[in-house]
């Protein structure tokens, strides 16, 4: 089983400001990788599948970067909207499909 | 518009059951493996299991494994999880998700999950 690790638990960022969100992989998942976000008592919502490409609808201040066993997403000038709970999905090499274990992103 | 709607979530003893079912609309069901993924209070999202746009292959989470089924009626363009044996720790908002890619749904097929449903809440008490 691959075992995905999501760093840091918490990030305390000011609106405005870049926000960079780390996803490290036991072994290599090549770029299949997807983002997720994900706010209070709603279903997670496709940001960036393929490590950097991003979905239909999704502004480009969400970027995703990365390849092998290190992955970035990056927001840059975080909106109000923005503040909420983020996940990494590998899809490489399933079953099982596993996620990180989230990354909140809140308002400092 | 692409839509997924769980139903059948509701309190239950443990050792009870629970059949769980997810309604597809806006696309062709029998083109993609579905899946179904849940999320307990308070913490991460955590994959249960994947059934082929065939049905005829399926995939469990070893924490399910011999307990949950999943099955499909295409027809009904419909996806179930019937949840068997139920514990404390099977509480969970969960989510079906459709996979990304048509007519391809071995694990050689590098899928993602979109679009979710809304999630239905099941909680195992007593």
């Known amino acids: 089983e691959i075992v995905m690790t999501q760093s840091p638990a918490t990030l305390s960022v000011s609106p405005g400001e870049r926000a960079t969100l780390s996803c490290r992989a036991s072994?290599?998942?090549?770029?299949?990788l997807a983002w997720y976000q994900q706010k209070y008592g709603q279903a997670p919502r496709l940001l960036i599948f393929?490590?950097?490409t991003r979905a239909t609808g999704i502004p480009a201040r969400f970027g995703g970067s990365g390849s092998g066993t290190e992955f970035t997403l990056t927001i840059s000038s975080l909106q109000s909207e923005d503040f909420a709970v983020y996940y990494c999905?590998?899809?490489?090499?399933?079953?099982?499909?596993?996620f990180g274990q989230g990354t909140k992103l809140e308002i400092k | 518009e692409v839509q997924l709607v769980e139903s059948g979530g509701g309190l239950v003893q443990p050792g009870g059951s629970l059949r769980l079912s997810c309604a597809a609309s806006?696309?062709?069901?029998?083109?993609?493996?579905l899946s179904w993924v849940r999320q307990a209070p308070g913490k991460g999202l955590e994959w249960v299991s994947t059934?082929?746009?065939?049905?005829?292959?399926?995939y469990y989470a070893d924490s399910v494994k011999g307990r949950f089924t999943i099955s499909r009626d295409n027809s009904k363009n419909t996806l179930y999880l019937q949840m068997d044996t139920l514990r404390a720790d099977d509480t969970a908002v969960y989510y079906c998700?459709?996979?990304?890619?048509?007519?391809?749904?071995?694990?050689?097929?590098?899928?993602?999950?979109?679009?979710w449903g809304q999630g239905t809440l099941v909680t195992v008490s007593s």
């Open positions: 999905l590998q899809y490489d090499n399933w079953p099982p499909f596993t």
């Open positions: 072994q290599s998942i090549n770029s299949n």
């Open positions: 998700a459709r996979h990304s890619a048509s007519y391809c749904s071995s694990p050689i097929c590098k899928n993602w999950f979109d679009p």
């Open positions: 806006g696309f062709t069901l029998i083109s993609y493996a």
């Open positions: 393929g490590a950097s």
């Open positions: 059934i082929s746009d065939s049905g005829r292959n399926t």
